[in-house]
Nanobody
Framework: QVQLVESGGGLVQAGGSLRLSCAASGSAGSIRSMGWYRQAPGKQRELVADITSDGRTDYADFVKGRFTISRDNAENTVFLQMNSLKPEDTAIYYC???????????????WGRGTQVTVSS
């Protein structure tokens, strides 16, 4: 199994910054990618950004230029630096890790419990 521990959410004013982190532990397999999704009330969960083990990144259009994803492979930790936050960024942010399971060689998704980000206007 893989356990994910997220931290860094909170309340911030519009224009402010927050930094989320997600640490993965466990020995189910090798990590292929780590990323962040978010879900606002009444909306579907959506990709914010992700990063592969070799450093390739993908961002949703609505965060390009404002958010930066990075990872520490040695610590199995992914970070999301969020700048110029807007009220519409308010959501629960979830960490997702894709692991190539040793036993099956198939990918499996693991999700964190989420951390609340609230941006006031």
């Amino acid at each position: 199994q893989v356990q994910l521990v997220e931290s860094g959410g909170g309340l911030v004013q519009a224009g402010g910054s927050l930094r989320l982190s997600c640490a993965a532990s466990g020995s189910a397999g090798s990590i292929r990618s780590m990323g962040w999704y978010r879900q606002a009330p009444g909306k579907q969960r959506e990709l914010v950004a992700d990063i592969t083990s070799d450093g390739r990144t993908d961002y949703a259009d609505f965060v390009k230029g404002r958010f930066t994803i990075s990872r520490d492979n040695a610590e199995n930790t992914v970070f999301l630096q969020m700048n110029s936050l807007k009220p519409e960024d308010t959501a629960i942010y979830y960490c997702k890790v894709v692991v190539i399971v040793f036993i099956t060689s198939y990918p499996r998704d693991y999700w964190g419990r989420g951390t609340q980000v609230t941006v006031s206007s």
